[in-house]
């Protein structure tokens, strides 16, 4: 089967220079002789040459129009083209180069050296092609393995904090759901411009995720507190609230042997976080208003609303009606005011997830929680 031969488009407003030019040429490349720069504009979008042999002094559109033309158009600007021209100054030759042209031929010339430029530019760009597949696939190599990794990561957290939840008496999937959750409402975050400063800066995978260690400070808090099935005494709550503590301290020494940060530093902040108050009434630190990170604030929210529709042992689910009446109440006192407008907007997503886990509302028992309760959510 006969190779194909490259395509190569001469652009010259003399007639014996194009037919020179085409006989030189037509042995090795399949010649297109243009005679006009107007003229090129019509074929190239019909034909896509691999170079262009472009005349300099043309009537009406002179070379240096057709370049700066060529280059500013995406479609066409990486088309080699050298410039062929009677004009040998210096002067000439560096407008020609600087404008885009990656050589220049001066006329007459001769077959010889007009093939070797020719070669010689046509193996350069194919250089150039080769080198931007390499690096395409290097890229898409490099995005893989760090999808695979963060999967891997995900993955790791996933099964630890399933296993946290496991010894708390958690059988419903907490940490997955407040996961779901927060991912929701950073989604509607960036739909408005609510927040938009402290958005910006936020990866909103890495926010998510790392939203799974939340109550990871719960592996310092001893089962009898975690399990006991009533109220706790003022003593064993103390103890209970230093969860958030243990929890950031201990991402904190991963932090100190680790060389990424970023995923890290997300879930120090909930986990330490998530159950300070908008008044700052909370714990551990009594923070209020602004100065607790958004993704505590978000994290509170989520969490909360899955601590009150879900059996635990020391109450019954309520409805996510009520949760939803009862999270309006907190507006602030427990909650950012904005961030409970965000929830009521996406409430209704978050009943989807609750249904994915639960599988039917039904499963909700209408109560009502007694604040007294809650150890922790």
Do not use: C
């Not at 602004?290 to 635990?312: F, H, K, N, Q």
């Not at 009943?351 to 009502?368: D, Q, R, W």
């Amino acid at each position: 089967m006969e190779e194909k031969r490259l395509k190569i488009m001469l652009v010259d407003d003399n007639s014996s220079n194009l037919n020179i030019g085409r006989t030189m040429l037509k042995e090795y490349y399949e010649v297109f002789p243009i005679p006009s720069g107007a003229k090129l504009f019509e074929v190239l979008p019909r034909v896509r040459p691999s170079l262009i042999l472009l005349d300099i002094l043309m009537p009406e559109m002179d070379g240096y129009e057709v370049i700066k033309r060529l280059k500013e158009a995406p479609e066409w600007a990486d088309i080699p083209v050298i410039f062929l021209t009677s004009k040998s100054d210096e002067r000439s030759e560096l407008e020609g180069l600087s404008l885009g042209a990656r050589d220049y031929v001066a006329k007459p010339f001769s077959a010889p050296l007009l093939l070797q430029r020719i070669k010689n530019q046509l193996l350069l760009e194919s250089q150039r092609k080769e080198l931007e597949r390499y690096n395409e696939n290097l890229e898409k190599l490099v995005e893989d393995k760090t999808a695979e990794i963060f999967q891997l990561q995900g993955a790791i957290i996933a099964t630890l904090a399933d296993m946290l939840e496991y010894r708390d008496g958690e059988t419903g999937g907490h940490v997955f759901r407040t996961q779901k959750y927060l991912r929701i409402m950073v989604d509607r975050l960036l739909e408005t411009d609510l927040y938009a400063e402290e958005v910006a800066d936020f990866n909103k995978d890495e926010v998510v995720t790392s939203a799974i260690l939340h109550d990871i400070g719960k592996i310092g808090i001893s089962d009898a507190i975690l399990r006991k099935p009533g109220p706790l005494t003022p003593e064993e709550f103390n103890e209970m609230k230093r969860h958030t503590v243990i929890g950031a301290e201990a991402i904190a020494r991963i932090e100190n042997i680790t060389v990424s940060h970023y995923f890290l530093k997300y879930a120090k902040t909930i986990a330490r976080t998530h159950h300070e108050k908008w008044d700052g009434t909370g714990y551990p630190d009594g923070l209020a208003g602004r100065d607790i990170p958004l993704e505590g604030r978000l994290m509170a929210v989520a969490d909360v609303y899955d601590a009150l529709i879900s059996d635990r042992p020391y109450k019954k689910a309520m409805s996510a009606e009520k949760a939803k009446e009862l999270i309006s109440e907190g507006r602030g006192r427990h909650f950012d005011p904005n961030l409970v407008d965000v929830f009521l907007s996406v409430s209704h997503k978050f009943e989807e997830v609750v249904l994915e886990f639960a599988g039917s509302p039904a499963s909700f028992s209408e109560v009502v929680l007694d604040p007294q309760l809650s150890k922790s959510a």
